[in-house]
């Protein structure tokens, strides 16, 4: 499966990061390919409107707004907070692939 | 450009009762380095971002912000014991990382410090903080690069 996830956080130094890192683990360790774009202090690295157009489903871990968020309009999208992606990617995951089979 | 770590930041055996004497000790420490200037407007503004929550994984923990206090940018390391309780859900926290940088810094720093919150995603990383035995050892697995641990 193809999971897109953008991560983002109120200072933008610390959770945004180990969010990002810690769906990237579980989304590999889950076998899926999946992308992270991290929307916090420093340089911007987006996700690709190619991989948006092929993402099954996207993952906002955000505690502020997500910037550009119209690129996802009509995606299927599992909405959550960094820290919970930070305690336990692995069932975010999980729940992600669910949100594809309905 | 300085390095955000130093074996003088690093301290194996902080005794601190709870969060915010663990971040008054580490601002001390900034300040006497002569990587601050200001403890108590360092610690106003860690404990003011920690109101919106600090991040902590399997009980390290990183109170951060960035403060009109800080000169340098700057990660400070503590292990204390038995740990302080940053947020009653995440439980205690018995190794700390204060990562800390000046309200008018550039974007240079800020990718040493999101790596570094990557790396504590990494199990090996964790237990490398909490085993290792001097400050300069540590010093040395903290400016390693991600890839090897």
């Given amino acids: 499966m193809k999971i897109v996830a953008v991560t983002s956080c109120a200072t933008g130094i610390a959770h945004t990061f180990m969010a990002a890192e810690a769906l990237e683990r579980a989304g590999k360790a889950a076998g899926h390919e999946i992308y992270?774009?991290?929307?916090?202090?420093?340089?911007?690295?987006?996700?690709?409107?190619?991989?948006?157009?092929?993402?099954?489903?996207?993952?906002?871990?955000?505690?502020?707004?997500?910037?550009?968020k119209e690129r996802f309009d009509g995606k299927k999208i599992l909405q959550t907070i960094p820290k919970q992606a930070i305690k336990d990617a692995a069932s975010l995951i999980s729940e992600a692939v669910k949100l594809v089979g309905k | 450009m300085d390095s955000v770590f130093s074996t003088d930041l690093i301290n194996l055996n902080l005794k601190a009762v709870d969060k915010k004497s663990a971040i008054l000790q580490m601002a001390q420490t900034?300040?006497?380095?002569?990587?601050?200037?200001?403890?108590?407007?360092?610690?106003?503004?860690?404990?003011?971002?920690?109101?919106?929550?600090?991040?902590?994984?399997?009980?390290?923990?990183?109170?951060?912000?960035?403060?009109?206090?800080?000169?340098?940018?700057?990660?400070?390391?503590?292990?204390?014991?038995?740990?302080?309780?940053?947020?009653?859900?995440?439980?205690?926290a018995d190794v700390l990382l204060m990562?800390?940088?000046?309200?008018?810094?550039?974007?240079?720093?800020?990718?040493?410090?999101?790596?570094?919150?990557?790396?504590?995603?990494?199990?090996?990383f964790s237990r490398a903080l909490r085993e290792t035995n001097t400050a300069e050892e540590l010093f040395e697995i903290l400016n390693r690069s991600k890839e090897k641990i």
């Fill in chain 1, 36 to 68: 992270v774009e991290t929307q916090g202090a420093g340089g911007l690295k987006p996700v690709t409107a190619d991989q948006i157009a092929s993402a099954d489903v996207v993952i906002f871990a955000n505690d502020i707004g997500i910037r550009d």
């Fill in chain 2, 30 to 92: 900034l300040v006497d380095k002569k990587r601050g200037n200001d403890v108590s407007q360092i610690v106003k503004d860690v404990l003011e971002r920690d109101q919106l929550g600090t991040p902590q994984v399997d009980g390290i923990a990183i109170p951060h912000a960035r403060s009109s206090g800080v000169d340098i940018a700057s990660v400070s390391v503590a292990r204390c014991k038995p740990g302080v309780s940053f947020d009653e859900d995440d439980g205690v």
């Fill in chain 2, 99 to 124: 990562i800390v940088v000046p309200d008018s810094n550039g974007d240079e720093h800020l990718n040493i410090l999101s790596e570094l919150a990557r790396r504590l995603m990494n199990p090996d």
